[in-house]
């Protein structure tokens, strides 16, 4: 459903970068399902999946054009895709071709594609590389040579020798400013001059020019540029049958002269500005002085006396509400998309497993998903750090897996997902697992464990995150130098978050990492309780109700025909017990089915609802049960972590059981 | 009780202001204040092993680098005492957990507080070690 979505979106004009991403996306999507479908013993469903990933293919290297009629007819295909994998939930049999009623459209689409002498266009031999370094170019990186050659853009290798501390964050930095200037297409590993420390890597890049100064290098770092492949050298009868760029309606640029070089392909009207940071957060801190007075001027009209006709209340509650969009305004523009972590992963998965030799499946999850640009910032090199470690000590060669019975590809999933205030990234490899005998003698012989005592799983996963801590005897220029784990783990609880290790030998390890978004707008059940406010998020509460008779924690309330245990909300927070409650808030799970878990959630009184702009704590403030704090006009209001109060408010019912 | 901290541990001095409060307050911080934008724990020394500092009306707090706000009943002035005079604390104070040592200085007992540790204990209170 998500890759008919995807595909809706293409049928509105986009920057051919966009449509890009959003084909691989696509081609990544039903290759999973192709190999997902094979697995579980449905081949026609695996080949129906296989003829749709190879348009994609064929789309994102540029050999077939974005049109709305192709459109169309992949999502048709996606449909079929998606009601035939309704049926075989129902448990009905397989179709002989999941895709026969679109057979004729791709049978066009495929045909189309095909080049126009039976062979494929391939201009990488253009490159001014060494054989051996142009055969570890992948297809698709062969591809989109050959189509930036063809529609005029040169084509150059930046050589730079990084730093080991540093490298992952400049070659972002290097990587970018490609971007930026043209297409980034590849990132190679190259051997380190013998004069020099650090990696080197070569990265071809097509733009119209490039000179150093581009490329904002550090003092030290040693840069080169050289011309790889002049696209006047392109056969002339090439340039003039030129493969369109997917999504471009525009014509191809002209081939570059000295007077005029052409200009990379342009995004849409969108007017982008770039600002530095500190501007918007001084735009914020200026905001917050803004609401600061608003309270005051709201404290001053309280205070008094006569105050009238409620006109100036009024006044201030526009001002309220014009605050908190603008709040959600600036809030919008420091998000960032899970994406744009994952873009930079990719890259160095591929550069890796080349240089290690172990290829791997890498899979994305929940790219969608946004946290803060500054986070992102500061999160980037400790999950790069993990992925490293997970390539190189986690993934067997594929020999050791093949003699194991594995696929010699090995597999890595990232995922993203939400779950209450934190933003939770699973790192899951299919691996060796992480030697628990090895690191437990490490331990003993660091003295960080005593022997002849029983250590749990847990405790000597976590051993690993201890500072010094490392099982590899040889270092290696990936990972394993004995720092690393340690400095993600403070780097992880700086930012408020958590790491948890867990894996299971010859089956692979799965490291999560959480961390709170600082900062999110919630929109919340206002709540009054030991004569505090708080917050419930909406997402959560089921119902709100009144009663007349006053109730107590652990009465059972009829919600709608359901009888549901009662808890005050005093009880779960470790507040003096109420003597009655008359109102009460169903709180569950969001989305979740009516079975699933609730609890009538006892309150001293309900204020209302709305929307908060939502901080949360910073670690050695954290409270069971709270997810963060709002700022409002008659204190600090506490914004309830769901899930934790139904914890909770179990245990609290649990224990009044115990005592009964 | 006095104190002594050091300049470079501290981010900034600021007017006391009202704390919030946390519900089920954790032990060792008392509330939160709005510092910059962003909620900046609240110390209670009267939780911290051997102080005898009670709960009172602060005039200032200090605002560590590691983001924890000190809650100040005034603030005596700066000095730069000689080598000579730091002490370490006796063997067995249970202020030894938040304190580096103290210093003698004109007949008076100022002490040290080292702000690694004092974050280090924070973290076993609300651990419950």
């Given at each position: 459903m998500q890759a008919r979505e995807t595909l809706a979106t293409m049928k509105e004009p986009q920057p051919a970068h966009v449509v890009q991403a959003s084909v691989n996306g696509l081609f990544r999507t039903t290759h999973t399902l192709k190999g997902m479908a094979g697995m579980l013993g449905f081949p026609n469903f695996s080949r129906a999946a296989h003829r749709l990933e190879d348009i994609f293919d064929l789309m994102r290297k540029g050999r077939l054009r974005s049109t709305d009629s192709l459109v169309e007819t992949l999502e048709a295909g996606m449909m079929a895709l998606e009601s035939?994998?309704?049926?075989?939930?129902?448990?009905?049999?397989?179709?002989?071709?999941?895709?026969?009623?679109?057979?004729?459209?791709?049978?066009?689409?495929?045909?189309?594609?095909?080049?126009?002498?039976?062979?494929?266009?391939?201009?990488?031999?253009?490159?001014?590389?060494?054989?051996?370094?142009?055969?570890?170019?992948?297809?698709?990186?062969?591809?989109?040579?050959?189509?930036?050659?063809?529609?005029g853009m040169p084509v150059h290798g930046v050589t730079v020798c990084l730093d080991y501390a540093t490298f992952d964050e400049r070659l972002r930095v290097y990587s970018e400013t490609l971007g930026r200037l043209g297409e980034l297409i590849s990132t190679l590993p190259m051997d380190t001059p013998a004069d020099r420390d650090g990696l080197a890597f070569l990265l071809v890049a097509?733009?119209?020019?490039?000179?150093?100064?581009?490329?904002?290098?550090?003092?030290?770092?040693?840069?080169?540029?050289a011309l790889l492949a002049d696209p006047t050298r392109v056969p002339a009868a090439l340039r003039n049958e030129v493969p369109p760029e997917p999504a471009t309606e525009e014509p191809p640029p002209e081939a570059p002269s000295a007077a005029a070089p052409p200009n990379p392909p342009q995004a849409q009207d969108v007017e982008i500005l770039r600002l530095p940071a500190q501007r918007v957060e001084a735009l914020e801190v200026r905001l917050?002085?803004?609401?600061?007075?608003?309270?005051?001027?709201?404290?001053?009209?309280?205070?008094?006396?006569?105050?009238?006709?409620?006109?100036?209340?009024?006044?201030?509650?526009?001002?309220?509400?014009?605050?908190?969009?603008?709040?959600?305004?600036?809030?919008?523009?420091?998000?960032?998309?899970?994406?744009?972590?994952?873009?930079?992963?990719e890259p160095m998965v591929r550069s890796l497993s080349r240089d290690m030799g172990k290829p791997v499946k890498l899979t994305f999850l929940g790219g969608d998903l946004e946290l803060e640009r500054n986070l992102l910032g500061?999160?980037?090199?400790?999950?790069?750090?993990l992925v490293r470690n997970a390539l190189d000590h986690g993934l067997e060669p594929p020999s050791e897996r093949a003699a194991q019975g594995k696929s010699e590809s090995g597999s890595l999933r990232i995922s993203a997902a939400q779950r209450?205030?934190?933003?939770?990234?699973?790192?899951?490899?299919d691996?060796?697992?992480?030697?628990?005998?090895?690191?437990?003698?490490?331990?003993?012989?660091?003295?960080?464990?005593?022997?002849?005592?029983?250590?749990?799983?847990?405790?000597?996963?976590?051993?690993?995150?201890?500072?010094?801590?490392?099982?590899?005897?040889?270092?290696?220029?990936?990972?394993?130098?004995?720092?690393?784990?340690?400095?993600?783990?403070?780097?992880?609880?700086?930012?408020?978050?958590?790491?948890?290790?867990?894996?299971?030998?010859?089956?692979?390890?799965?490291?999560?990492?959480?961390?709170?978004?600082?900062?999110?707008?919630?929109?919340?059940?206002?709540?009054?309780?030991?004569?505090?406010?708080?917050?419930?998020?909406?997402?959560?509460?089921?119902?709100?109700?009144?009663?007349?008779?006053?109730?107590?924690?652990?009465?059972?309330?009829?919600?709608?025909?359901?009888?549901?245990?009662?808890?005050?909300?005093?009880?779960?927070?470790?507040?003096?017990?109420?003597?009655?409650?008359?109102?009460?808030?169903?709180?569950?799970?969001?989305?979740?089915?009516?079975?699933?878990?609730?609890?009538?959630?006892?309150?001293?009184?309900?204020?209302?609802?709305?929307?908060?702009?939502?901080?949360?704590?910073?670690?050695?403030?954290?409270?069971?049960?709270?997810?963060?704090g709002s700022a409002q006009e008659d204190g600090i209001l506490w914004v309830l972590d769901p899930e934790a109060i139904l914890g909770l408010a179990m245990d609290s019912l649990m224990r009044r059981v115990a005592r009964v | 009780m006095d104190l002594l901290l050091s300049t470079q541990d501290l981010r900034e001095v600021v007017a006391a202001m009202p704390v919030a409060p946390l519900p089920g307050r954790p032990r060792g911080i008392q509330g939160v204040v709005l510092y910059q934008g962003e909620f900046l724990p609240i110390l209670a020394w009267e939780d911290l092993p051997g102080c005898t500092i009670a709960p009172g009306r602060p005039v200032a707090v200090a605002v560590?680098?590691?983001?924890?706000?000190?809650?100040?009943?005034?603030?005596?002035?700066?000095?730069?005492?000689?080598?000579?005079?730091?002490?370490?604390?006796?063997?067995?104070?249970?202020?030894?957990?938040?304190?580096?040592?103290?210093?003698?200085?004109?007949?008076?007992?100022?002490?040290?507080?080292?702000?690694?540790?004092?974050?280090?204990?924070?973290?076993?209170l609300r651990e419950g070690r």
């Open positions: 035939g994998l309704a049926n075989l939930r129902m448990g009905r049999q397989e179709p002989d071709d999941y895709l026969h009623a679109l057979r004729r459209p791709l049978g066009e689409l495929e045909a189309l594609a095909r080049p126009a002498e039976g062979g494929t266009q391939d201009l990488t031999s253009l490159l001014d590389l060494p054989a051996e370094m142009l055969k570890t170019l992948s297809e698709y990186e062969r591809t989109r040579v050959t189509v930036l050659l063809i529609s097509a733009c119209p020019a490039l000179e150093a100064k581009d490329l904002s290098a550090l003092e030290g770092e040693l840069v080169g540029i917050m002085e803004v609401g600061q007075l608003r309270d005051a001027a709201s404290l001053l009209l309280r205070q008094a006396p006569g105050n009238g006709d409620g006109r100036p209340a009024a006044l201030l509650g526009q001002i309220e509400s014009g605050l908190l969009e603008v709040q959600k305004a600036l809030l919008q523009m420091r998000m960032v998309k899970v994406e744009s972590l994952f873009s930079r992963i500061r999160f980037s090199e400790p999950f790069l750090h209450g205030r934190n933003l939770r990234f699973d790192i899951r490899d691996g060796r697992g992480f030697d628990l005998e090895r690191i437990e003698a490490r331990g003993i012989q660091l003295g960080l464990l005593k022997a002849g005592q029983v250590h749990s799983p847990e405790r000597l996963h976590r051993l690993t995150l201890e500072p010094g801590f490392s099982t590899q005897e040889r270092i290696t220029q990936i990972s394993g130098r004995g720092v690393g784990m340690d400095v993600v783990r403070t780097e992880v609880e700086a930012l408020g978050g958590e790491i948890h290790l867990s894996s299971e030998a010859r089956r692979g390890s799965l490291i999560r990492l959480s961390v709170p978004l600082s900062r999110a707008v919630v929109s919340c059940l206002k709540v009054r309780c030991a004569r505090q406010t708080f917050g419930i998020p909406l997402v959560n509460v089921g119902r709100v109700q009144a009663v007349k008779k006053a109730l107590h924690g652990g009465d059972q309330v009829d919600v709608l025909g359901i009888s549901l245990p009662l808890e005050s909300l005093q009880a779960c927070l470790g507040l003096p017990e109420p003597s009655g409650q008359r109102a009460f808030v169903v709180l569950g799970q969001p989305g979740a089915a009516a079975r699933s878990v609730q609890v009538a959630l006892g309150v001293d009184e309900i204020l209302g609802r709305g929307e908060v702009l939502l901080r949360s704590l910073p670690e050695l403030a954290h409270a069971a049960g709270i997810m963060g | 560590l680098r590691r983001r924890l706000g000190l809650p100040l009943d005034r603030m005596i002035g700066t000095l730069s005492p000689p080598p000579g005079a730091w002490q370490e604390l006796e063997p067995g104070d249970p202020r030894e957990r938040w304190l580096s040592g103290t210093c003698r200085l004109g007949g008076q007992t100022l002490l040290q507080v080292d702000p690694d540790r004092l974050i280090a204990l924070l973290h076993r």
